[in-house]
């Protein structure tokens, strides 16, 4: 049972315009998301989270946004760079549960 | 400020044996928690751990198990390894917290052959 899911396998954008990575989740308990880019052979690196009390958070070039009645979130990269290329995960929490579920990952590309 | 250091990074063990890996997490976090990334798979959940204690466990098998000491350190054990088990195996720290809006932050993995 995938609760969490990153239907887009795959995203190629010009550098310089905004790429949109989706992730859509299925328990409506969810209460916390995170963002994270991950290179080859590295761990997740942080980039974003936001509250099911929020429906946008800022971080400069990042944005995500939470549509909670379609159980939708999407982060938006402004402008795109060339070193934002790579495999961009989704994940969610509930509260009290004290664990992440992870979407299977968008890996973006950006073309100089 | 250092990241979660994890140890060590590579390792090739040979089916049936066990492996341990060890995590230390950022200074002043508490919570310890444990991820498996196989290819083409997202992240799993393994467990967590905060004040030593045993919060929470993903699905999987008894082979599976971990710890966390009094300085918030961590480790996982694998028993009578098998070649599924070839992954990446993350840890991943946090603040204190009640269990909700806590950032996980993650170390660079060790990968796990089993041959």
């Known amino acids: 049972d995938q609760q969490v899911k990153q239907n887009s396998p795959s995203l190629s954008v010009q550098e310089g315009r905004i790429s949109i990575l989706n992730c859509d989740y299925t328990n409506s308990m969810f209460d916390y998301f995170l963002w994270y880019k991950k290179y080859p052979a590295e761990g997740p690196t942080f980039l974003i989270s936001?509250?099911?009390?929020?429906d946008k958070n800022e971080d400069g070039r990042f944005t995500v946004f939470l549509n909670k009645s379609a159980k939708h979130l999407s982060l938006h990269i402004v402008p795109s760079q060339p070193g934002d290329s790579a495999v961009y995960f989704c994940a969610a929490s509930a509260s009290g549960t004290y664990k992440y579920i992870f979407g299977t990952g968008t890996r973006l590309k950006v073309l100089a | 400020k250092a990241g979660v250091t994890q140890t060590p990074r590579y390792l090739i063990k040979t089916r049936g044996q066990q492996v341990t890996l060890s995590c230390s997490p950022i200074s002043g976090h508490r919570s310890v928690s444990w991820y498996q990334q196989t290819p083409g798979q997202g992240l799993q959940f393994l467990f967590e751990?905060?004040?030593?204690?045993?919060?929470n466990k993903g699905n999987f098998p008894g082979r599976f198990s971990g710890r966390q000491f009094s300085n918030s350190r961590s480790e996982m054990n694998v028993s009578t390894l098998e070649l599924g088990d070839s992954a990446l195996y993350l840890c991943?720290?946090?603040?204190?917290?009640?269990?909700?809006?806590?950032?996980?932050?993650f170390g660079e993995g060790s990968w796990l052959t089993v041959v």
């Open positions: 936001i509250s099911s009390i929020k």
């Open positions: 751990y905060f004040s030593e204690t045993q919060r």
């Open positions: 991943a720290s946090s603040l204190p917290g009640t269990g909700t809006g806590n950032t996980i932050y």
